[in-house]
């Protein structure tokens, strides 16, 4: 989908679909006002009649008005203009972008950006609108072919905005190609996004950008390092593990490296403690975390940011087999901690120790990994917050500051020491599993201790970086706080 500015006003610009917003408490304002004055009042007439709902998030497309050059007019309710934050205008971008999305047009001229939200600045609001219309323009298409009658994806969109307003649209296209990448990995079935698949992509990245470079271990440059929680994962699969190591060189080569670790289990069976067979098909999102520092990190190759990157997925799929791990193996971690394996179902924490302890020879200056790690982290905060947990309240709260930035939102939990002795062992130096209670954190607290001395978060996105019911799919989510992050060290 490609991006332009266009200062055309409102009334005057020649596009195949015009997209204002008004509010349902007060007068209207920027473009709405103009397309008003030009129509004789016709959109203030619609509006007192009833026809345009100016309700938060409704969308009603009008065909043509007298004195408006553009053939349609989508009109965006916004409700009442006192509440509209940036939580609620990043919503209304979004459900334009839907409409947009299901209808026959493919491309549109938005002015939503000159409504102001609360706060927000004008790079904000324009970046955050292309984002969102962009994200809402993605559809998967990868097993699926779009039909003769399916409605057409948007080609292009102009935004009313200056020319000098062009850097929030590179940004906006550096999220929108990340969120991208990470939605497609994620909704690829299993059979196809394997492993090796995941390293293939990074080859692609790598491929596309000179300053971006690739690294891929198998089983055996694993096994000589001694990777042997991430390799008994892997091992009742015939899709063998992979460690991915992608690096991005926006800055000369002393500069700390912000350390982005994902989860890539891309095919979660649970392993010899099986999980249930009703929706066990979801297990494929369990490279989600894989997918989101993938695509923030290709958001970063795009905006070509001046930082330095390094991308660290440990991906393997978790079979029941002959040669499969099992429930009372004791493994050594790369760290030489060791771990009894109390439920094979917990695999998620035991190939990121070992991508952990890995990442620690790039000298982090941040050490951030991402998974889809447990189902507690669900039941606890839904579909809507990732979890956050870090014993830095700076990098806690720096993570927590771009999830609201960019609308992808966290929450934390504590990682208090507290927790810690729930994953004693009487034959190992912890269990893999901490029972019921606080089941996101004691996996947190397994991870804590593979980064001692490391300025290190943990981010669950098993709730956030999907959603289920009659749209299920990949949300791409976190990229959104991850590329936000990235800006923000830039
Ligand atoms: N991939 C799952 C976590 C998960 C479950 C993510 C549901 C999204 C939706 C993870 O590997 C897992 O199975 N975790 C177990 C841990 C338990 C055995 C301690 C879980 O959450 O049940
Ligand atoms: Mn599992
Ligand atoms: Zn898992």
């Not at 699969?237 to 982005?260: H, M």
């Not at 120790?353 to 020879?361: E, G, I, K, V």
Request: with cysteine.
């Amino acid at each position: 989908m490609k991006f332009a500015i266009d200062n055309t006003p409102a009334d005057k610009i020649d596009t195949a679909c015009l997209v204002i917003g008004i509010h349902s408490d007060a007068a209207l304002q920027g473009s709405a006002e103009l397309v008003d004055k030009a129509s004789n009042g016709a959109l203030q007439k619609l509006i007192a009649s009833g026809d345009i709902d100016s309700n938060w998030k409704s969308a009603t497309l009008l065909h043509g008005l007298d004195g408006v050059v553009s053939q349609r007019i989508l009109v965006m309710g916004c409700g009442e203009a006192g509440k509209l934050d940036g939580v609620r205008y990043d919503a209304v971008c979004k459900s334009a972008g839907k409409f947009l999305r299901n209808h026959t047009v493919t491309s549109a001229h938005v002015c939503l950006n000159d409504l102001g939200a609360d706060g927000q600045s004008a790079h904000w609001l324009l970046r955050q609108a292309a984002t969102t219309i962009a994200w809402s323009n993605y559809r998967y298409t990868a097993t699926k072919a779009p039909k003769d009658d399916d409605s057409k994806p948007l080609e292009s969109v102009s935004f009313h905005a200056g020319a000098d307003m062009q850097a929030s649209l590179d940004e906006a296209s550096g999220m929108a190609k990340g969120f991208h990448r990470s939605r497609d990995l994620g909704d690829l079935p299993p059979n196809i996004c394997t492993p090796a698949y995941l390293a293939e992509q990074a080859r692609e990245i790598a491929g596309s950008y000179e300053n971006v470079s690739v690294e891929i271990l198998g089983k055996d440059e694993m096994a000589e390092l001694k990777m042997f929680a991430l390799l008994a994962v892997g091992q009742g699969s015939v899709n063998g593990p992979r460690l991915i190591v992608l690096k991005y060189e926006g800055k000369d080569d002393s500069s700390q490296p912000v350390v982005l670790v994902g989860k890539g289990i891309t095919f979660d069976t649970g392993g010899i403690s099986l999980k249930p067979g009703p929706n066990m098909e979801q297990m494929k999102f369990d490279m989600g975390g894989a997918a989101s520092v993938i695509g923030a990190f290709e958001a970063c190759a795009d905006m070509q940011l001046p930082i330095n990157v390094v991308c660290v997925v440990a991906a393997a799929e978790n079979m029941p087999d002959g040669n499969a791990y099992r429930p009372g193996d004791v493994l050594t971690s790369m760290s030489g901690k060791t771990i009894e394996v109390l439920n094979t179902d917990a695999e998620g924490r035991l190939v990121l120790c070992d991508a952990l302890t890995y990442s620690q020879r790039f000298n982090p200056l941040a050490l951030i990994d991402v998974a889809t790690l447990t189902g507690a982290c669900v039941i606890a905060l839904g579909h809507h917050a990732s979890a956050i947990m870090s014993k830095h309240d700076d990098l806690a709260e720096e993570l927590l500051a771009a999830g609201q930035t960019a609308v992808d939102r966290g929450w934390r939990l504590p990682l208090w020491d507290d927790y810690q002795p729930q994953l004693k062992s009487n034959f190992a130096d912890m269990k893999n599993v901490g029972g019921m209670p606080a089941g996101s954190i004691t996996a947190g607290c397994f991870l804590s201790r593979f980064t001692e001395g490391q300025r290190w978060a943990h981010i669950d996105c098993a709730g956030s970086t999907w959603k289920w019911g009659g749209d299920e799919g990949s949300s791409g989510r976190p990229v959104g706080m991850l590329t936000q992050f990235l800006i923000d060290q830039a």
